[in-house]
């Protein structure tokens, strides 16, 4: 097993994962950062709902990491990619020397975490089904997935079996070698359904009905497929075929009516998705672009790969953050 735990970052995700592990019978100490989350917990339990019942259990939570009074042999870190790396940074204050962190997050954070306290020190965790916090301390999960868990150079470690052996209690779990090609693939994803829909407002079905849009989606995605296979990545596929909507940039009219045709589809099957970028930006809120787009942007200069589109994508999102932009379907109109 993992040890003791600290799971920092109690929203939606955080949150069902907190409450299944307690319910196995592990326990875990919660840091929620948030004074109205800690009090909720402690005054109603841990709540949540999955798809097959319902449960509330009691749990050890803390607003700070300090006042959870380490050590720990392990750190789930569950917060927003803005706040990981210095998240990670205290929290390694409280690890023993074989002690290490898990990154959650949406982007590619790992590397910066590794260089703030030794990528040694960093396991790999990508989450592959979503989960809403209704109110503090109440979760909910809302559609299946599978968790990808692995060390970042493909070895398969003690550790990294004990973290997975915990988070099977939240369902199934892919032990992957290849963690760097989980996380490209759904940084592809990430970078094209949460940034265009940030820009748009609208949900995925709106989108993707408008052949316009299917078109900077499928350029938003190729840009992140050619920069990972520049730098030597193998994309693994997570839920469908990480090449599905990957458009050569010499595809002819076939390919060109097929990948419109598929992104057709997908925004059919799931036209009521919406961006969780769009979200944190209707709540005024900084979002993780940096992690998502802008990162495929660094990573493309250094091997050379053009990506115009996500570079507009990241220049846009931040124009709305400032208040400089709002967020409305026209913005479509002055991407590359």
């Known amino acids: 097993m993992s040890g003791r735990i600290v799971i920092q970052g109690i929203g939606g995700i955080g949150g069902i994962i907190a409450g299944t592990l307690i319910d196995a019978g592990l326990r875990p100490a919660l840091v929620t950062n948030n004074a109205e989350i800690t009090e909720a917990i402690r005054a109603n339990g841990l709540r949540v ?17 300090a006042e959870a009074k380490g050590p720990f042999d392990a750190a789930y870190l569950i917060m927003k990619a803005l706040g990981v790396v210095e998240a990670a940074t205290e929290t390694a204050k409280f690890l023993p020397p074989d002690g290490y962190v898990v990154t959650f997050q949406n982007g590619i954070v790992e590397d910066a975490v590794g260089g703030a306290i030794g990528i040694e020190r960093v396991v790999s965790a990508s989450i592959g089904w979503n989960a809403i916090m209704h109110r503090p301390g109440e979760y909910e999960r809302t559609t299946p997935g599978d968790t990808f868990v692995g060390e970042l150079d493909g070895t ?13 209690h939240c369902g199934p779990v892919t032990l992957s070698t ?7 693939s759904k940084l592809a994803i990430n970078c094209t359904v949460n940034s265009v829909g940030a820009l748009t407002g609208e949900t995925l079905g709106e989108m993707l009905a408008d052949p316009r849009i299917r078109r900077i989606f499928l350029r938003t995605y190729s840009e992140v497929v050619d920069t990972a296979e520049a730098h030597g990545f193998t994309l693994e596929r997570i839920a469908a075929n990480p090449k599905l909507l990957y ?3 010499n595809a002819g009219f076939l390919t060109r009516y097929a990948k419109d045709f598929i992104a057709r589809m997908l925004g059919r099957k799931y036209k009521s998705a919406r961006s969780s970028t769009l979200q944190s930006l209707e709540r005024g809120r900084k979002t993780e672009v940096d992690f998502l787009n802008g990162y495929v942007c660094a990573m493309g200069k250094k091997v050379g790969i053009p990506t115009p589109v996500n570079a507009a994508l990241t220049r846009m999102i931040k124009e709305i953050e400032d208040g400089k932009r709002t967020i409305a379907k026209k913005n479509i109109a002055e991407l590359p």
């Open 49 to 65: 709902k999955l798809p097959d019942g319902s449960f509330t259990v009691q749990a050890d939570v803390y607003t700070t990491l």
């Open 156 to 168: 398969v470690t003690p550790r990294v079996r004990a973290v997975a052996e915990a988070l099977r």
């Open 178 to 184: 290849n963690m760097r090609g989980v996380l490209w």
């Open 247 to 249: 458009l050569p940039k």
